[in-house]
C-alpha cells in the first residue's frame, strides 16, 4: 500500500502563491495517475487537478486553469501543486489522491492523504 503525506500548506493573501507538496511511501507510485482535490467547510470534496504517470498529461477543473500547475517527480515519489494568483474561494482542505481510471472522480481513488489547510485571505 501507499502511504501518501501533504505538506506546504498555510496562510497566503489573495493574489499570493504557495505550493504544496504529496510524498508518497511504501511502494513507488510512478505507474499511478495522482490526484488533488479540496474540500472547503460545509461543501463536498472537488477535483482540483490529476497528472498522469508520465506527467505528459494533466487534467484541472475550470476555475484553477491558468493558476494551477500539477506536476510530479518519480525519483523522488512526489507530486506538487503549484498555485498562483490565490483567491480566498480556493480556501479549503487539500487532499492528495493516487491510482484511479477517473481521474475526476474521488470516489474512484484507491488511496488518500490526509490533507493539508489552505487559508487565502482577502
Known amino acids: 500500500q501507499v502511504q501518501l503525506v501533504e505538506s506546504g500548506g498555510g496562510l497566503v493573501q489573495a493574489g499570493g502563491s504557495l505550493r504544496v507538496s504529496c510524498a508518497a511511501s511504501?511502494?513507488?507510485?510512478?505507474?499511478?495517475?495522482m490526484g488533488w482535490f479540496r474540500q472547503a467547510p460545509g461543501k463536498e470534496r472537488e477535483f482540483v487537478a490529476a497528472?498522469?504517470?508520465?506527467?505528459?498529461?494533466?487534467y484541472y477543473t475550470d476555475s484553477v486553469k491558468g493558476r494551477f500547475t500539477i506536476s510530479r517527480d518519480n525519483a523522488k515519489n512526489t507530486v506538487y501543486l503549484q498555485m498562483n494568483n490565490l483567491k480566498p474561494e480556493d480556501t479549503a482542505v487539500y487532499y492528495c489522491?493516487?491510482?484511479?481510471?477517473?481521474?475526476?472522480?474521488?470516489?474512484?481513488?484507491?488511496?488518500w492523504g490526509q490533507g493539508t489547510q489552505v487559508t487565502v485571505s482577502s
Open positions: 489522491a493516487g491510482r484511479t481510471v477517473r481521474p475526476q472522480v474521488a470516489r474512484s481513488y484507491d488511496y
Open positions: 511504501g511502494r513507488t507510485f510512478m505507474r499511478d495517475v
Open positions: 497528472i498522469s504517470w508520465s506527467g505528459g498529461v494533466t
